[in-house]
């Protein structure tokens, strides 16, 4: 517990008013010399400096994008540095009350993720992809900037999106019917 009170990077004190991140899960194996920051609070400013940033902020990146590729989650858009992310509902995904629409924003250089609802992509845009990391300020709220916009030029509205997400489970239940129809013909 006490170990939470200090910034992982700098190893100083955290006090209420600190501007932190932290990452949830363990991209990396026990022994990796980044093991010890996952999950830990750390500093925006110590991030900014980190000279692991790039490698720790890549490894939660390939980690998520493996397990969308993994569970058949949907990839609704992409970039060499970023993806977009929905995970459709199923069996053993049952998204809590008013998540149902949730999409994520997962960037290869920054260990934050960006989350914003389907049905409200406009608001998104607008400011909203900023609720969840009010804190943001200098490189990184630059950064986070920029990928907004970039998500912006593919992906610019709900319909946009829910055309994706209706193509893929389109053909998602095409496969479905294809590999039963053996069955019931
Ligand atoms: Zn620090």
Not at 8 to 19: E, F, M, R, T, V
Request: charged share 25%; aromatic share 12%; proline share 6%.
């Amino acid at each position: 517990m006490t170990e939470s009170t200090f910034c992982k990077i700098c190893g100083n004190a955290l006090s209420a008013k600190d501007i932190t991140l932290s990452t949830s899960g363990y991209p990396f194996s026990n022994g990796h010399r980044l093991r010890e920051y996952c999950g830990a609070p750390l500093h925006l400013h110590c991030v900014e400096k980190w000279p692991d940033r790039i490698e720790f902020s890549k490894a939660y990146y390939e980690h998520r994008y493996a397990q969308f590729v993994k569970e058949g989650w949907y990839i609704i858009a992409e970039h060499e540095d970023w993806f977009v992310g929905f995970i459709p509902p199923g069996p053993n995904m049952t998204p809590p009350a008013g998540m149902e629409d949730l999409v994520e924003v997962r960037i290869k250089d920054w260990p934050f993720v960006l989350y914003g609802h389907a049905e409200k992509w406009t608001e998104f845009f607008l400011g909203q992809w900023r609720e969840y990391h009010p804190a943001l300020y200098g490189r990184t709220l630059v950064r986070a900037a920029m990928v907004v916009r970039d998500v912006q030029q593919i992906l610019p509205d709900t319909n946009t999106i829910v055309e994706v997400i209706n193509e893929r489970l389109s053909r998602k239940e095409s496969a479905v019917s294809s590999s039963r129809s053996p069955v019931a013909g």
